[in-house]
């Protein structure tokens, strides 16, 4: 057993796009992932957003289920075409109604609401314009913002502003193996990212202006953990040296409020007006850091760090070959981000794995290999703990199976299955081991 603070937050975590279904109800708007699912080869199996979990009808079930699991906080996401179907402009007052109902039925049960104001699910209106490469979209983020915070803020203490911003711009707007599917030229990307900070500045200002007494904020980013092949001080030196250089480009100006000199010198860096850094800047209460993976470094001959790269032979789940095995990830993460940046409190804000479980004939899902990949990680967080780095919480990932993006709906990372012809929900072995070590404030 391997206990942590009795103030550890232990929760789990979903978004908005890969659990509500309901994409055109109750006046809510397109979404790029409506508008890019639809689109031939853009997902595995043509799988859609479109019923997803059925969230949308079915959130005071899973509620119930995930308060008999003893769960105590849950991080979601706010839909912004749902509350905002043309991305500005006039509000859906029922989807904010949702919204309301669902913060009701979260605090009914005593689960602690953590909002996510954006979750990849851009409305395809402002996608349109130019979607994150116009500055236009970075503005109308406020609005969006004040809206929600205004709403929910009397009963929401916990806010964050957006999640991933390597993956909704790198992998939307440079990669386009994400929603939108665009591949655009570095100096675009870089304005992207630009106004993806700028959009987390202008939630900041929200919910300091209206999230009320005691309002949290703070940003949740996938940081690339960078991992010391051995644990001896050149290689700890030289994975720092490529933590910083793979991930400064967003921490270097959310904490020290410019970007680092290799975005500066570049001939593709953004265009920064008067006031933007500053706001980028705005004081946060902690950091939120997604994390699954690392990458190894050690010191090499010539001074920099040195990439060793993955063999075929490396432990990896058959359906997600990025997620390579690496439980120290969460520890080394947490080091550098605390050591590079000091950001204050840092959570990690998902945490999992997927594979595509099967029910036995007794009805059960078995899932040992989940079990052990959580329990491994979680050894990594009380490692973090103990050596008096300031982690204060872990949000599983996920709550329950979902739409995996582009992957569809063949990955299940939930604690608790879904089948997708009847949307029944079956909790796994996981689920019954995880509310163990919450019941036990430790690791089981």
């Known amino acids: 057993m391997l206990p942590l603070p009795k103030d550890f937050i232990w929760g789990t975590a979903t978004a908005s796009a890969q659990i509500e279904g309901a994409a055109t109800l109750d006046g809510k708007g397109e979404s790029i ?18 019923i997803a979990c059925d969230h949308y009808h079915r959130y005071e ?10 769960i105590k ?75 929600v915070v205004k709403h929910l803020g009397d009963r929401v203490k916990h806010w964050f502003t957006q999640n991933e911003m390597t993956c909704f711009i790198g992998h939307g707007y440079e990669l386009g193996i994400k929603a939108p599917g665009r591949k655009e030229p570095r100096q675009i990307i870089n304005q992207a990212y630009h106004h993806a900070l700028l959009a987390h500045g202008y939630g900041v200002q929200a919910v300091r202006a209206h999230g009320g007494p005691g309002a949290k ?28 250089r793979i991930n400064g480009f967003c921490m270097q100006p959310l904490f020290k409020g410019s970007y680092p000199e290799w975005i500066i010198n570049s001939p593709d860096a953004p265009q920064v007006q008067p006031g933007d850094m500053e706001l980028i800047a705005g004081k946060t209460d902690g950091f939120g ?15 920099q760090p040195e990439y060793l790269t993955f063999g075929p032979h490396y432990p990896t789940p058959p359906l997600l070959g990025w997620l390579k095995f690496t439980p120290q990830c969460i520890y080394w993460g947490t080091r550098f981000i605390h050591e590079l940046y000091a ?13 595509q479980d099967t029910i036995n004939t007794n009805g059960q899902i078995v ?42 709906y063949d990955p299940g990372f939930g604690l608790v299955h879904v089948d997708r012809e009847t949307l029944k929900r079956t909790p796994k072995l996981s689920a019954e081991w995880y509310a163990r070590c919450i019941a036990a404030n430790a690791v089981l």
């Open 33 to 50: 992932w409506d508008r890019f699912a639809s689109l031939p080869g853009r997902v595995i199996k043509g799988h859609t957003p479109a």
């Open 61 to 70: 079930e899973d509620i119930a289920l995930m308060a008999s699991l003893g």
């Open 73 to 147: 906080h849950y991080r979601f996401s706010i839909a912004w075409p749902r509350v905002f179907p043309a991305g500005d402009g006039a509000v859906n007052l029922k989807g904010l109604e949702f919204y309301s109902r669902l913060v009701d039925c979260l605090l009914r049960h005593g689960i602690t609401p953590h909002v996510t104001l954006f979750h990849w699910d851009l409305p395809q209106a402002l996608e349109d314009r130019g979607g994150w490469t116009n500055r236009l979209t970075a503005e109308a983020f406020l609005p969006y913002a004040e809206t």
């Open 217 to 244: 904020v703070m940003l949740v980013q996938n940081c690339d953990a960078t991992l010391p092949f051995v644990e001896t001080e050149p290689d700890i030196a030289a994975a720092r040296q490529a933590f910083h």
């Open 289 to 303: 850091l997604n994390i699954y993976t690392g990458l190894f470094y050690k010191a090499g001959t010539n001074g």
């Open 343 to 355: 950001p204050g409190d840092i959570f990690i804000t998902e945490n999992g794995v997927a594979y």
């Open 367 to 408: 899932d040992l290999h989940r079990v052990e990949y959580l329990k491994l990680h979680l050894a990594q967080v009380h490692r973090a703990v103990a050596d008096g780095l300031p982690l204060r919480g872990y949000f599983q990932w996920s709550f329950m199976d979902n739409y995996e993006w582009s992957d569809g």
